[in-house]
T-cell receptor, first 109, second 118 residues
């Protein structure tokens, strides 16, 4: 299975701190995506990193990809209470997009 | 509307009844996915439609589940003889890029249909 697995399962930090979430997967991929889900809502796409890229930035988000270790990390800098949500990685190859179980991030004001 | 629309947003049904969940994807999106999310869990892939190709039904958990996509647009997920373990949020997503050539594009999700089977 290409399923990504995030860790930690839950993360609680103070506003202003950085949050790092990790994703590991099992087989080769064409790209890896990160999504965010607020409680009771649908998922929102955050960033896509292709297999030939090592790092990508978008605002306060930084994503890295290490294909040799089959892992990715999502860093949220200077976190805000509004960043409180669940974060999922999704891996896509030549098959369907498969999601992990997510990291639940709580940012305390 | 501009986004993916799902209906109903909430559905409570009795065990053994059939339910239909509807998804209106973003206009022009060729790919459409159904996922299931149990409370506090990740997304479980159910089915994937891409253009006129045969759908990937590999995630459907049993033959009680079926889905169709009419005219390459609206999709309906049907669950027959519902069971309590079918209770979950059913999420639909569409994408302008399919998986042909190994390109999985960004997915746009609806808000989901919450199904409760009593």
């Amino acid at each position: 299975s290409q399923q990504g697995e995030e860790d930690p399962q839950a993360l609680s930090i103070q506003e202003g701190e950085n949050a790092t979430m990790n994703c590991s997967y099992k087989t080769s991929i064409n790209n890896l995506q990160w999504y965010r889900q607020n409680s009771g809502r649908g998922l929102v796409h955050l960033i896509l990193i292709r297999s030939n890229e090592r790092e990508k930035h978008s605002g306060r988000l930084r994503v890295t990809l290490d294909t040799s270790k089959k892992s990715s990390s999502l860093l949220i800098t200077a976190s805000r209470a509004a960043d409180t949500a669940s974060y999922f990685c999704a891996t896509g190859g030549s098959e369907k997009l498969v999601f992990g179980k997510g990291t639940k991030l709580t940012v305390n004001p | 509307g501009a986004g993916v629309s799902q209906s109903p947003s909430n559905k409570v049904t009795e065990k053994g009844k059939d339910v239909e969940l509807r998804c209106d994807p973003i206009s022009g999106h060729t790919a459409l996915y159904w996922y299931r999310q149990s409370l506090g869990q990740g997304l479980e892939f159910l089915i994937y439609f891409q253009g006129n190709s045969a759908p990937d039904k590999s995630g459907l958990p049993s033959d009680r589940f079926s889905a169709e996509r009419t005219g390459g647009s609206v999709s309906t997920l049907t669950i027959q003889r519902t069971q309590q373990e079918d209770s979950a949020v059913y999420l639909c997503a569409s994408s302008p890029i399919g998986l042909a050539g190994g390109r999985a594009g960004e997915l746009f999700f609806g808000e989901g249909s919450r199904l409760t089977v009593l």
